[in-house]
C-alpha cells in the first residue's frame, strides 16, 4: 500500500515556472519507478515523465523535454516535477504515480496515484 499526494500546482502565465511535489506514505518510494502524468479535460492522460528508483535514470515525453525536470529524494519519500518554460498546452491536472521496479510511460502500468493537482498556464 502507497499512498501519494501532489502538492504544488497553481496558475502561472505562460513562461513561468512550477514545482511540483509528491509525497509517498506506506512504503519507501525507493522500491518504485515513479513517473508524472497529465490530463487535460476532455483528453486522455498522458505520460509526461519517469524516474528509474535511484533516479539514475530519467524518461520524458518529447512534448516536456528540455523544460521539465524529474527528481527524487528518496529519503523523504519525495518527488518532484520542476516544470519550466510552461506553455498554455502544459494545462492539466498533473498525477503522481508509482509502479514496481521497471520502467514504463503507460497509464495503465502504474499502480499506485495520488489525487492530482491542477496547473493551469495562462497566456
Known amino acids: 500500500q502507497v499512498q501519494l499526494v501532489e502538492s504544488g500546482g497553481g496558475l502561472v502565465q505562460a513562461g513561468g515556472s512550477l514545482r511540483l511535489s509528491c509525497a509517498a506514505s506506506?512504503?519507501?518510494?525507493?522500491?518504485?519507478?515513479m513517473g508524472w502524468f497529465r490530463q487535460a479535460p476532455g483528453k486522455e492522460r498522458e505520460f509526461v515523465a519517469a524516474?528509474?528508483?535511484?533516479?539514475?535514470?530519467?524518461y520524458y515525453a518529447d512534448s516536456v523535454k528540455g523544460r521539465f525536470t524529474i527528481s527524487r529524494d528518496n529519503a523523504l519519500n519525495t518527488v518532484y516535477l520542476q516544470m519550466n518554460s510552461l506553455k498554455p498546452e502544459d494545462t492539466a491536472v498533473y498525477y503522481c504515480?508509482?509502479?514496481?521496479?521497471?520502467?514504463?510511460?503507460?497509464?495503465?502500468?502504474?499502480?499506485?496515484w495520488g489525487q492530482g493537482t491542477q496547473v493551469a498556464v495562462s497566456s
Open positions: 524516474i528509474s528508483r535511484i533516479g539514475g535514470r530519467t
Open positions: 506506506g512504503r519507501t518510494v525507493s522500491n518504485y519507478v
Open positions: 504515480a508509482a509502479r514496481p521496479l521497471l520502467y514504463s510511460d503507460s497509464p495503465g502500468s502504474y499502480e499506485y
